[in-house]
């Protein structure tokens, strides 16, 4: 980004939170350029206009470490002679898990070499943006709550008219601005898709509660009373639905998407007198006929915006912050005269990803759960990877271990997985680890720290390169991942094991909190064996990019750990014995102490590691499939499924993935819920779990590289195995991404399945 722009803001939006500023700025053109580029930086968010067309939303999202900026081509949106451009930018001041942001919104932006940001902008602190303090929940900061009567008109301010009024912009001196790296995007922008609801589900009155100063506007929802609208207090008009006032009900209307989404609401409103409110809540199912509009998780979560209508013509909806849903709440109040919703609509953002990846056999559960999974994936992958649509939109460095080799397998390797790994380790701390979500809260030391997803890197960028051949992005993050090796050498005691420093959130997997499991600032094997794993890994990888490192030391260092926690951990038995303690210890008995669990999840990353002697290799398989021993969920079942596999239980692995993802599917969702074997669906996480959640796409994994057989062995595929199960299949076929040629091959199979490669950038099995 050129170096004349500066950051800027309007005046008064210092230190306020929730606040958003509108700027603006004409320039010359003598004739129409063939190509003229605009950079745009924004925290935290922006929607830009040229000569009054919208252009685009942005930008992707950065971290306390680095501010990415966008850039577009506007050649085709200018023309000769005056022109202009317009920009409103947001920012919630507070730090969240979608943004760390300055003191105030900024904006920085350049068009050509002719317009820099500075004080040439006129920027205006918009009034409409209400600088309440309710929130939409903790992980994702503040409600969209708006006073549209305070809002200019677009066809106004756009174009120019009255801004000759507005403060000119005050240039930006924040010291966080400078602590930022600015880099480019690198990623394309999202795929924008305009979706209607299928249906209007619900309509009904609504007896609003009298308002409590110490609730949210979704609390006050949740406690409202639910009444039957008289019959002539609605009708439809062709597409319009014209609504009537005289009841003394609010009108509460429930529109369904058919499925989980993401991306921007719209609703057109018409005939408003001004001052009717409309509250804007959003779910994944409904709990008695109706969004359940406030959860209890850790924090409180308040799915609801608010928005009071101008006089005339409104147009509603987030326009800054992407909302997840499948169903779209309106609670409209406060009406005097006839309303008219014209538009009720999504312009849903996903990333641009290509179905590269095929699945279909004859066993309709698994053709079916290959498109669920493909689906959630889709859903999950924005300007990064995230948990879900609905709930966060967290970018979890602890997904990523699912989320990037499900995502390879589906649509190959993508410029998403590379701003991955720019945007987590743009906050690596100074000891070495990297907070397990990006961007974590500042301040927050330790307490964001997940160990595990620390480790789960080696095993990322082991699949990543074998996936792509990428040796320069390996490289280059290679000296990062040894400052994690270093982070976890200085926890090793005299022992000899290494331990999640004191804490952190020693996080595995929601099948041991859910069952009052806990692993934080305890010494366990699964942390030793994850050490000693990504040790070899780190040594692979600095052997396949010829870097140079000791590799004695790392040989050493794997040894000793391995060693050390098969002789701590080892019972009697033969097994594993975890110590742990209470995930909800104020509400034990004191002097309580909870036993040692044994779990298939310890036991697949010992098999994971390689350091299991063959005196033990046969009991520790045994415990995968060991009904009594304590079992992931959907999540870390990937590495479950994956030593089913490699210990000769394939079989057994493919009965687990039709025993439990099969009560995902059976739902009729066209997503994976977040949590199926422990606890299911909505009812999980104690009450908010979620429908649509990335990381549970471990069975596309097993279809893929068990099924169908297809595995690198080096990277970017140049040298693969074909290892073929049929298991009960009469057929099977599909097609895996690749990055490079393969030469033509004809490979025999047995009786129900043949295979062929043909030359392309996939290997196609038919």
Request: hydrophobic share 40%; net charge negative; proline share 6%.
């Amino acid at each position: 980004m050129i170096e004349q722009a500066r950051w800027i803001t309007a005046p008064g939006c210092e230190g306020v939170k929730n606040c958003a500023f509108r700027a603006w700025r004409d320039f010359e053109l003598g004739e129409r350029p063939e190509s003229l580029l605009l950079e745009i930086a924004a925290e935290c968010n922006y929607i830009l206009y040229i000569n009054a067309l919208r252009i685009g939303n942005g930008p992707a999202r950065g971290s306390s470490g680095v501010n990415y900026f966008d850039t577009w081509e506007i050649a085709p949106f200018v023309h000769e002679g005056r022109n202009h451009v317009a920009i409103v930018v947001w920012s919630p001041g507070k730090d969240n898990f979608v943004a760390a942001p300055t003191a105030a919104p900024v904006l920085r932006m350049t068009i050509g070499d002719m317009v820099f940001s500075d004080c040439s902008f006129k920027a205006w602190r918009a009034p409409d943006w209400l600088p309440a303090e309710q929130l939409f929940n903790l992980q994702t900061g503040f409600m969209e709550d708006r006073d549209l009567r305070l809002a200019p008109d677009d066809m106004q301010w756009l174009f120019g008219i009255d801004v000759g009024e507005w403060p000119v912009a005050k240039i930006a001196d924040d010291p966080m601005l400078a602590a930022k790296r600015l880099a480019p995007r690198a990623i394309p922008p999202l795929r924008e898709n305009a979706v209607e609801p299928v249906s209007l589900a619900v309509v009904r009155g609504v007896k609003m509660a009298l308002p409590n100063m110490n609730e949210s506007h979704a609390q006050t929802l949740d406690r409202s009373e639910r009444q039957f609208l008289p019959d002539d207090s609605l009708k439809m008009v062709g597409e319009t639905l014209i609504l009537y006032p005289g009841t003394g009900l609010a009108t509460e209307l429930v529109y369904d998407f058919g499925q989980d989404r993401i991306g921007f609401p719209e609703i057109c409103i018409e005939g408003a007198r001004g001052g009717e409110t409309v509250l804007v809540s959003f779910g994944e199912h409904l709990e008695k006929d109706r969004v359940q509009t406030t959860y209890v998780l850790g924090s409180t979560y308040y799915f609801t915006d608010r928005y009071i209508l101008r006089p005339g013509g409104n147009r509603i909806g987030s326009i800054l912050r992407e909302r997840g849903f499948r169903y779209m709440q309106l609670v409209i109040y406060g009406m005097t005269s006839p309303l008219r919703i014209q538009k009720v609509g999504l312009l849903e953002h996903r990333y641009p990803v290509r179905n590269r990846g095929e699945f279909f056999c004859d066993d309709w559960m698994l053709n079916r759960l290959w498109e669920v999974a493909r689906e959630t994936m889709s859903l999950c992958m924005t300007d990064i990877f995230i948990d879900c649509p609905w709930r966060e939109r967290a970018f979890w460095v602890n997904d990523l271990v699912v989320e990037n080799c499900t995502s390879l397998e589906l649509f190959g390797s993508e410029a998403i997985h590379r701003r991955a790994f720019d945007l987590l380790f743009s906050q690596q701390q100074e000891d070495g680890w990297v907070p397990g979500v990006c961007p974590a809260p500042r301040g927050t030391g330790l307490q964001l720290v997940l160990p595990p997803a620390n480790l789960f890197l080696f095993q990322i960028f082991d699949e990543y390169l074998l996936y792509s051949g990428d040796f320069d992005t390996v490289l280059q993050w290679l000296p990062r991942l040894e400052k994690i090796l270093s982070a976890v050498e200085r926890t090793r005691d005299a022992d000899g094991l290494v331990s999640a420093p004191q804490g952190s959130w020693n996080f595995y997997d929601w099948a041991f909190e859910f069952s009052d499991v806990c692993f934080r600032d305890q010494r366990e094997s699964m942390f030793n064996f994850l050490y000693v794993n990504a040790l070899e890994l780190f040594l692979k990888l600095n052997r396949l990019t010829r870097r140079e490192i000791d590799e004695g030391f790392y040989r050493n260092c794997r040894d000793r750990v391995g060693s050390a926690a098969l002789r701590i951990f080892v019972g009697k038995d033969g097994r594993l014995h975890d110590p742990c303690g209470f995930y909800e210890p104020q509400f034990q008995p004191s002097g309580a102490t909870r036993p040692p669990v044994v779990s298939q999840l310890a036991h697949a990353f010992a098999l994971l590691s390689g350091a299991v002697p063959e005196s033990l290799w046969s009991g520790f398989s045994a415990v995968l499939n060991d009904p009594e021993a304590m079992m992931p969920d959907y999540y870390l079942h990937f590495f479950v499924l994956r030593e089913l596999v490699k210990t000769g239980q394939a079989a057994a692995a493919l009965e687990r993935i039709r025993k439990y993802w099969r009560r995902s599917l059976e739902t009729g969702d066209r997503t994976l819920c977040e949590i199926g074997i422990v606890d299911f669906g909505k009812k999980a996480c104690w009450g908010a779990g979620s429908l649509c959640h990335g990381f549970t796409t471990a069975p596309v994994d097993f279809l893929q590289t068990t099924v169908l057989g297809i595995k690198p062995l080096q990277p970017g595929f140049a040298e693969f195995r074909v290892d073929i199960h049929c298991f009960d299949l009469e057929f099977a076929r599909g097609r895996v991404p690749t990055p490079i040629i393969i030469q033509e091959k004809r490979l025999s199979a047995n009786p129900h399945i043949l295979f062929f490669i043909f030359i392309s950038s996939s290997i196609s099995i038919l």
